[in-house]
């Protein structure tokens, strides 16, 4: 990482929803999902909002690197080029400051195989739906 390298989220096939301070991350390319504890969801936010992990680790005291490594190694973020300088709002900072444990990821692959289908246009077509493809077998 250079020192403001910023991140984004990787691609379409990328989707989160927030429940009760904790987020869920979902790759529909390969089906898993990850939970984030509090202050994981707070870092994916300034993450996605354009602040360098540098920037976070400054304001913060602590060190996202890990985090962001394993962001990245599952394929959910993706360096993006350097534009300008870094930006942390102060109410950014005080939504990670509140969360107080270690960030923190856990990865699930139980349901991949259920995300990944797609009924509508995984059939075949003589047989008819709920007939898959021979090239979709689970």
């Known amino acids: 990482m250079s020192s403001y390298e ?12 927030e429940f ?3 987020l869920v991350v979902l790759d529909l390319k390969t089906g898993c999902y ?6 994981a969801s707070a870092i994916w936010g300034l993450l996605t909002a354009g602040v360098a992990p540098k920037a976070i680790e400054e304001a913060w005291g602590r060190s996202v690197g890990p ?3 394993s962001l990245v190694g599952h394929n959910l973020l993706v360096a993006v ?3 300008g300088e870094p930006r942390l709002e102060p109410d950014m900072l005080a939504t990670l400051r509140a969360a107080e444990d270690a960030p923190a ?11 990944r289908a797609d009924p509508v246009h995984d059939i075949d ?3 008819g739906w709920p007939h898959q493809t021979a090239e979709v077998s689970f």
């Open 6 to 17: 910023k991140f984004a989220v990787s691609g379409p096939d990328i989707v989160c929803e």
């Open 81 to 83: 080029p350097e534009d």
């Open 34 to 39: 990850f939970s984030f504890n509090r202050s």
């Open 125 to 127: 077509k003589s047989a």
């Open 20 to 22: 009760d301070g904790e």
């Open 67 to 69: 985090l962001v490594e």
């Open 105 to 115: 990821i856990e990865a699930f692959d139980d349901l991949a195989d259920l995300i």
